[in-house]
């Protein structure tokens, strides 16, 4: 069972990490998804590329991802972050989006005099985007979060889905979010 | 000269990177800097931290820096990288953040199980914030921008700013512009 459970949460953490198609024709944020994920039906939220940053970071599984990462939240979850406010209130959103790293010849070329050595990476390719919608209601049975993981404007599928909430559970005494705001230089 | 030039432009790309100190007290993006940066004039833009993200990169100088960064807009600049218009408008500003990065131990021990060798790392530490504020006329000399960099809410030296442009400069074909904006996955 520890093995399955393992097995969950891996296929969940690279969803669509491994895959480096190119990027469906427009942006899944210009409007909201048609398709709802399984289990929790959440849509891609209209326009979350827009909302406000709460931090970004970097994921490195050697072989299967190499990524550059940004969370946003919607209003009322950046003002949870600000706060400090746990559990997040009804109606906080957090997208969290994924890229391929890649290292950027042109930078490296502007830095290489002055700092040989020097490496520079930036967003690829648009890999997934992810999403927790709280509803202490709805989504009572896992810590009041619905899940949605969408790969070109597609939600992964049922099994996939279910590895979300397990996955977040360490998370718990922060009402199941990893990500902590990054504070303005 | 050109070693000079080299070293000139290796103190503003590192400029804060080597200081590890502690934030001030407060956040810079709270209100506007009182403090201008020398040469140029340009202020911290009040609530630049809540603007709209262009992007994200790492920068990796060895012994040197190792930074996760982002850089976010004003909605002049965000609706010029969205619609490709080159070169920016007067009034577009551009903040470019840098934090210390990190490996986060709460997610290396998550996603150890399953992906033995995974490495998250995430934003420590704010660094420094960087601005390029477009006015044609006023910084006619230097491609129409103005520069700044501030460490703690602080600007750095003459001798800093100094080396802005010529860094810049490789980037004469898109408006002196590094960074380039990342789509929605």
């Not at 690279?14 to 709802?36: N, R």
Request: glycine content about 8%.
């Amino acid at each position: 069972m520890k093995r399955i459970a393992f097995l969950l949460i891996a296929v969940a953490t690279v969803a669509g990490v491994v895959a480096f198609t190119a990027p469906a024709s427009g942006h899944a944020d210009e409007a909201a998804s048609p398709i709802a994920s399984p289990i929790y039906g959440v849509k891609i939220p209209a326009g979350y590329r827009d909302w406000k940053l709460i931090a970004v970071d970097q994921l490195l599984i050697p072989g299967m991802a190499d990524q550059l990462r940004a969370q946003f939240g919607n209003d009322l979850a950046i003002k949870a972050f600000k706060e400090g406010t746990l559990p997040f209130p009804d109606g906080a959103i957090i997208a969290a989006t994924h890229w391929t790293r890649v290292p950027s010849e042109n930078n490296n070329e502007v830095l290489d005099g002055p700092f040989p050595g020097a490496q520079s990476f930036v967003v690829g390719s648009p890999v997934n985007v992810q999403f927790m919608v709280k509803d202490s209601k709805k989504y009572a049975a896992t810590g009041g979060w619905g899940f949605a993981d969408f790969k070109d404007g597609k939600p992964g599928d049922k099994a996939l889905h279910e590895t979300c909430f397990p996955c977040h559970r360490p998370a718990k005494d922060r009402d199941y979010v990893f990500t902590r705001y990054a504070p303005a230089p």
